[in-house]
DNA sequence: ACATAATGTCAAACATACATAACATCATGT
DNA sequence: ACATGATGTTATGTATGTTTGACATTATGT
């Protein structure tokens, strides 16, 4: 899960972390962690980011079928 | 936030909670939570779960700009 | 009447996103 | 030389997503 925030960042003036991260309701070092894909955010920080720079999630998040770990699969109920 | 996931659910031959979140590796008691809009799903959760009805994210999941709560803003580093 | 499948729901553990506070480096400016 | 701003990083705590296990309701089939 990568993702062009801090791109995004730089083509919009040169905005700072802790600037974007006013702006989206995070701190600075939620940023940049994010930035540094440390971590994925929630869906509603996502969605808040990417509503910021005018872009759609997925333009600004990039996800791959199999990028994650091998997801694995849970047991949910045994009868 | 809301979304179409139990819709996307009965267009897909019915499929049932328990078998999309096999699919997704989730179990089915989060996928009902998620339908239920009880809580928003990680980003992953969300790409996942799009991903395998062929949409992307903004057209499973929706999400308005002031819908939230009124996130309370951190305070970062005082110096 | 009985079994089974799909769903709702709840409580307790567990995993991880996020905040807070602190200290560090690097660049820039005075 | 000193201050300041931007970023990296780490430790600790809190909030919330997610699993597990259990029990419930409703519908459908035999």
Known sequence: ???EVRLLRFLAQDMTQAE????V????????????GR???SLDVAFRIAHLFGKRV???FH?????????KTPNSDAS
Not at 25 to 31: K, N, S
């Open 1 to 3: 899960m990568t993702n």
């Open 20 to 23: 974007l991260g006013r702006r």
């Open 25 to 36: 309701g995070l701190t600075r070092q939620t940023i940049a962690a994010i930035e540094q």
């Open 39 to 41: 971590y994925s955010p």
């Open 58 to 60: 997925d333009e600004v």
């Open 63 to 71: 996800w791959q079928p199999g990028g994650d770990q091998e997801t």
